[in-house]
T-cell receptor
Framework: SQTIHQWPATLVQPVGSPLSLECTVE??????LYWYRQAAGRGLQLLFY??????ISSEVPQNLSASRPQDRQFILSSKKLLLSDSGFYLC??????????????FGPGTRLTVL | DAKTTQPTSMDCAEGRAANLPCNHS???????VYWYRQIHSQGPQYIIH???NNETNEMASLIITEDRKSSTLILPHATLRDTAVYYC???????????FGKGTTLSVSS
């Protein structure tokens, strides 16, 4: 079966500090990978998605970036955090199969607080 | 993706069936109805999805009306651990971004 991991689970960072969140998927190959952010009391916002190594699509222009150095690894980064970057960051994966629906499965999330 | 409308909150007694409604009157023919739930401070959990036919898995049943304008998620025997926010969304087969609304907060009590 497939498993998705995220770390760290919680993070408190000062404004202006760098950020690196990691997501890994086990039990599948060549998954589609996604980064979402869920701000307090608000819905999900898709930040990035990737269909393969080195292939990143950005949905929202901001001071965040994403990278996919390995097939099942997805990293979310920032050089300088802003207060508005606080939120619950979720990684998700899906497996496209021709003729069937592409269901997304979420990780446990990282709670980021920027002070 | 089509807009969905859900009640803000619902209560259910432990052991009873929880029936969560969702309206999606503008759903298009190639959009699937998906249900996820989110327990406080956890990532969303996939529950079930369907296109036209009713669906059942180990977690729940999904009943979709014949005109596809509404659906109902059924948790047959709710437990305290089913207390969560339940999201109904319409997803295009080729879509990438999941857009969650406010969902329904289901409270299961003993």
């Amino acid at each position: 079966s497939q498993t998705i991991h995220q770390w760290p689970a919680t993070l408190v960072q000062p404004v202006g500090s760098p950020l690196s969140l990691e997501c890994t998927v086990e039990g599948t190959s060549n998954p589609n990978l996604y980064w979402y952010r869920q701000a307090a009391g608000r819905g999900l916002q898709l930040l990035f998605y990737s269909v393969g190594i080195g292939q990143i699509s950005s949905e929202v222009p901001q001071n965040l970036s994403a990278s996919r150095p390995q097939d099942r690894q997805f990293i979310l980064s920032s050089k300088k955090l802003l207060l508005s970057d606080s939120g619950f960051y979720l990684c998700a994966w899906s497996k496209f199969r021709r003729g069937s629906q592409d269901t997304q499965y979420f990780g446990p999330g990282t709670r980021l607080t920027v002070l | 993706d089509a807009k969905t409308t859900q009640p803000t909150s619902m209560d259910c007694a432990e052991g009873r069936a929880a029936n969560l409604p969702c309206n999606h009157s503008t759903i298009s023919g190639n959009e699937y109805v998906y249900w996820y739930r989110q327990i406080h401070s956890q990532g969303p959990q996939y529950i079930i999805h369907g296109l036209k036919n009713n669906e059942t898995n180990e977690m729940a049943s999904l009943i979709i009306t014949e005109d596809r304008k509404s659906s109902t998620l059924i948790l047959p025997h709710a437990t305290l651990r089913d207390t969560a926010v339940y999201y109904c969304i319409a997803v295009n087969q080729a879509g990438t971004a999941l857009i969650f609304g406010k969902g329904t907060t289901l409270s299961v009590s003993s």
